[in-house]
């Protein structure tokens, strides 16, 4: 009776032991996933801070709005003022959400969508950056949209709020909209500049392209 007694307490003690272990092992892991979260939106929401203050303001060596809408005229993008406040305040608003960690999906999508646009415009000189590729707003626009997707972490405003702003139907429905409006003025940019511009002009903006990204 004693052995069986004592056999029980050393298995009761192992299990919770094992449980423990388990317990606290998930609790590191789920802090590293927070932290690595913050980390990210941070880092991509300080970056398109500063570009879309560089637009809005003339902040960091930007033109502000009026010679932002200029270069996006010259790119197709018409009318350039307006587009000019609509990537600004993609980029800035939209990554000052990332940062936050506020309205996750709607963050991702304001940026997805703007990114996208950039990408655009860059897409005809490759994929590198040094050769004034997509691979800048491409890479921000993925990781804005992969922000959307995974949630911002328990480090967030999101988070705080209970997530009222960041519920799975907002995913879908803020993508599927910004999906469309890029769309729009992608398509919108293209049949402008076939109808414009010549052959020359429609392959040579290179001295404003950076406007876009």
């Not at 919770?16 to 789920?30: A, C, D, E």
Request: glycine share 18%; hydrophobic share 40%; aromatic share 6%.
């Amino acid at each position: 009776m004693g052995r069986t007694t004592c056999r029980t307490k050393r298995h009761r003690h192992s299990h919770v032991h094992s449980h423990s272990h388990r317990h606290g092992s998930g609790h590191s892991h789920g802090h590293r996933t927070d932290l690595g979260l913050l980390a990210l939106r941070l880092g991509t929401g300080g970056v398109l801070v500063s570009h879309g203050t560089q637009k809005l303001f003339g902040w960091f060596g930007g033109g502000g709005l009026e010679a932002t809408g200029q270069s996006m005229a010259q790119i197709g993008f018409k009318p350039g003022g307006r587009h000019a406040l609509a990537s600004g305040l993609g980029e800035a608003g939209g990554g000052a959400l990332l940062a936050l960690g506020l309205a996750s999906p709607g963050a991702g999508a304001a940026v997805a969508a703007a990114m996208a646009g950039a990408a655009s415009v860059h897409a005809p000189a490759g994929f590198f950056n040094e050769q004034g590729g997509l691979e800048f707003p491409a890479y921000l626009a993925l990781a804005g949209a992969a922000l959307a997707v995974a949630g911002p972490g328990r480090y967030s405003l999101d988070h705080l709020l209970g997530h009222r702003l960041n519920r799975p139907w907002m995913l879908a429905a803020t993508f599927s909209v910004a999906a469309a409006a890029a769309s729009a003025v992608i398509s919108r940019r293209l049949r402008a500049q076939a109808g414009e511009a010549g052959p020359e002009e429609a392959g040579g903006s290179e001295g404003v392209v950076g406007s876009a990204a």
